[in-house]
């Protein structure tokens, strides 16, 4: 009986370590997404002001090594493009110029899982990078374009579809210092994406 315990034993442990290996050693996420972008206000000087918050659509793209099966690194790239006009005269006297934008995001850090749940993963980030933002007024063709340093804080929840594949959604707030107005430098955006996640090799 004793020896029978103690077989029961190594294989509840071997159990154990072994679903507490089974998570992908990589990652990969490609979808879409919405970013909403804060620029503050700008006076005008006649007397109205314009509200810079813009919503943009793009893509969102993350490479991810697993090292544990609670904590991996990720690489993390989107893309959001936006068209607006602004009027810089007066509603009686418009002056309409149209602005196409864009911003891409690209960030670093590391992800941590939670896979105790079922099939279903949930995952909370912590990354930093930068942000390059263009602008291109319609009437000219010389693009206008920055880059400012970010960090981002996010999460979200993988849906399994079989073992390799599964539909993320994800959300992330990302500060990024370009000003938003003439005292503050910095802007808070935030983006939510969704997709799906193609996974590769065991974890180690």
């Known amino acids: 009986m004793r020896r029978l315990a103690q077989l029961a034993g190594l294989l509840l442990f071997c159990s154990l370590a072994t679903h507490a290996q089974n998570y992908p050693q990589w990652e990969i996420f490609g979808g879409g997404d919405y970013f909403r972008a804060n620029a503050g206000t700008v006076p005008l000087g006649n007397g109205t002001n314009v509200v810079l918050q813009q919503n943009s659509y793009g893509w ?5 090594e697993n090292k544990f099966s609670w904590l991996g690194g990720i690489a993390d790239f989107s893309g959001d493009y936006a068209n607006r006009t602004v009027n810089f005269g007066t509603a009686s006297a418009p002056l ?65 579809i079989t073992n390799l594949v599964a539909v993320r959604g994800q959300f992330d707030w990302i500060r990024s210092h370009f000003p938003q107005t003439l005292t503050q430098d910095n802007q808070n955006n935030y983006r939510v994406s969704g997709g799906i996640v193609f996974t590769f090799g065991n974890g180690r």
Do not use: C, M
């Open 60 to 64: 969102h793209v993350t490479l991810g």
């Open 96 to 160: 309409n110029v149209q602005f196409n934008g864009s911003a891409y995001p690209f960030l670093f850090g590391p992800r941590f899982f939670v896979r105790q749940l079922g099939r279903t993963v949930l995952f909370g980030e912590a990354l930093i990078g930068g942000v390059h933002n263009r602008a291109t007024i319609a009437s000219t063709t010389q693009p206008v374009s920055e880059t400012k340093w970010a960090y981002a804080f996010g999460g979200g929840a993988d849906f399994p």
